[in-house]
């Protein structure tokens, strides 16, 4: 049986879950040309617990300032889609597409002038789903779902 046929589909957009977070209902661009996925938040501080790092941030994508603490993984440098590199932290969190749920990395940027709050990059989709480009909403059952004219 072919393995490709048991994956969920995703549209180019969805709805996503960062339940650790308590954020819910995030609109996130589906990019698999982006390895890593990003969020819009600022830092705020880094923490130390026990032998853990940990990073506060501030997210406000839905006009409301959310402050989040998540495990602090990394600081990388993260090449953007315009070509520039920028050191970013990188968090690890649970992250819901549709009724998925995968420990994703998550870079933490300034995504204040793109259209999605969040960048949902390859390293998060392999091997869990499979893209749809000419749809969106398919694992987001609380939006109509719109056919995309592909260009």
């Known amino acids: 049986m072919d393995k490709t046929r048991e994956l969920p589909v995703v549209g ?8 650790d977070l ?23 501080e880094e923490i130390v617990r026990g032998d853990k790092k940990f990073v506060r941030f501030s997210v406000d994508w839905d006009g409301i300032e959310h402050v989040c603490e998540a495990v ?7 090449t953007s889609s315009n070509g520039d590199t920028q050191r970013r932290y990188v968090i690890k969190t649970p992250l819901k597409i549709g009724t998925t749920q995968l420990r994703a990395e998550i870079s933490l940027a300034d ?5 999605f709050p969040m960048l949902i990059g390859r390293s998060s989709l392999r091997r869990r789903f499979l893209i749809d480009s000419g749809h969106s909403w398919l694992q987001s059952p609380q939006i109509k779902r719109v056919k995309q004219r592909k260009t």
């Open 12 to 19: 180019w957009r969805e709805l996503v879950d960062l339940p």
């Open 22 to 44: 308590n954020l819910s209902g995030i609109p996130a661009k589906i990019d698999s040309g982006a390895r890593t996925s990003s969020l819009h938040g600022r830092v705020i």
């Open 72 to 78: 602090h993984v990394d600081i990388r440098g993260i």
């Open 111 to 115: 995504r204040s002038d793109m259209q």
